[in-house]
């Protein structure tokens, strides 16, 4: 970064891609867990890929790709977690890039969650 300006262009670009402002009742929320933990395990890249292929496949109007802190469940990082109105909200596990990728076309666009990437009630221990 050389000036304010660019610094104001990039955060611009990012609020844009990322839909931090732009949420609604009727938009499915997508959430990356961006704390420490997260960043660390891979996160950033996660959050990239799939706010890059929410505008890429014309999604930006019904998914909102967000971030937020702590989830709690560092040992499961980078956590994203996929809040359909009037549905049960799905949680995502030890996702990288790729596996963010097969959300977007099987859960987001196709409507099947993607089983072996989610948490459930039996490997929390």
Do not use: F, W
Not at 46 to 65: D, H, I, R, W, Y
Not at 100 to 119: D, F, K, M, N
Request: overall charge neutral; some cysteine; proline content about 3%.
């Amino acid at each position: 970064m050389k000036s304010l300006e660019e610094l104001k262009a990039i955060r611009n670009k990012m609020q844009g891609q990322v839909g931090l402002r732009a949420e609604d009742s009727n938009q499915t929320r997508v959430v990356v867990g961006m704390a420490t933990c997260g960043i660390a395990s891979g996160a950033r890249p996660v959050l990239n890929a799939l706010s890059g292929l929410v505008q890429e496949k014309g999604l930006t109007g019904k998914v909102a790709v967000t971030q937020t802190g702590c989830i709690g469940l560092c040992q499961y990082e980078p956590i994203v977690e996929v809040m359909e109105p009037g549905k049960s909200k799905i949680t995502y596990i030890k996702m990288n890039p790729d596996k963010a990728a097969e959300i977007v076309e099987r859960h987001l666009i196709g409507g099947h969650v993607v089983e072996e990437y989610t948490l459930n009630s039996a490997d929390i221990k």
